[in-house]
């Protein structure tokens, strides 16, 4: 069964670090995202991407993160200089259909990378 | 005011007893959810998606959606210890349909 894939599973930076997470969505799926989860907190939309370019992000998506889908099956989170406060499990999710309030949109979710900030 | 509430639990069960959880959600906007199951440390699995009022059954479990109150339930009957775990309820938000909104989910323990 195909399958959502993220690297490392767990990632473990200094204060200040670049770091990059890596997705590999599944393969015939044209919208991505990424979302993250505090431990112990809910789980919170990041940001989705569709035909190269992001199509929403939230408040949390600041200037410090970026999206990138560098090649056709890759798709990575980049964090510029890492805070204590972006210590979380970062999930990438992907989906094969447009979305649409009241469509089914399954967005299957990959196992997640725990980012813990020193 | 969270835009989907939950309450966190622990909604503690006996083996083979009915669960019931819900989710309440602030958004009139909000059109369609996601019943969603994680185990501790690991990604959601989804469980259901309904969109119309009423219920929607696949299994053992059953969605009931009343736009009215805006409230989402799940029901687990004959539940199994292998159900213990968080329940995250999620509305689909966003202007392309596209964002899930996370309640913080409910803590379910089924006793054996």
């Known amino acids: 069964e195909p399958e959502v894939t993220q690297t490392p599973s767990h990632q473990v930076t200094q204060m200040g670090q670049e770091v990059i997470l890596r997705c590999v969505p599944i393969s015939n799926h044209l919208y991505f995202y990424w979302y993250r989860q505090i431990l112990g907190q809910k789980v919170e939309f990041l940001v989705s991407?569709?035909?190269?370019?992001?199509?929403?992000k939230s408040e949390i998506f600041d200037d410090q993160f970026s999206v990138e889908r560098p090649d056709g099956s890759n798709f990575t989170l980049k964090i510029r200089s890492t805070k204590l406060e972006d210590s979380a499990m970062y999930f990438c999710?992907?989906?094969?259909?447009?979305?649409?309030?009241?469509?089914?949109?399954?967005?299957?979710f990959g196992p997640g990378t725990r980012l813990t900030v020193l | 005011q969270k835009e989907v509430e939950q309450n966190s639990g622990p909604l503690s069960v006996p083996e083979g007893a009915i669960a019931s959880l819900n989710c309440t959600y602030s958004d009139r906007g909000s059109q369609s959810f996601f019943w969603y199951r994680q185990y501790s440390g690991k990604s959601p699995e989804l469980i259901m998606f309904?969109?119309?009022?009423g219920d929607k059954e696949d299994g053992r479990f059953t969605a009931q959606l009343n736009k009215a109150s805006q409230y989402v339930s799940l029901l687990i009957r004959d539940s199994q210890p292998s159900d213990s775990a968080t329940y995250l309820c999620a509305a689909v938000r966003g202007e392309y349909g596209n964002k899930l909104v996370f309640g913080a989910g409910t803590i379910l323990r089924v006793k054996s």
């Open positions: 999710a992907s989906s094969d259909l447009a979305g649409g309030l009241s469509s089914y949109n399954e967005q299957f």
């Open positions: 991407f569709y035909n190269n370019e992001i199509s929403e």
């Open positions: 309904i969109y119309s009022n």
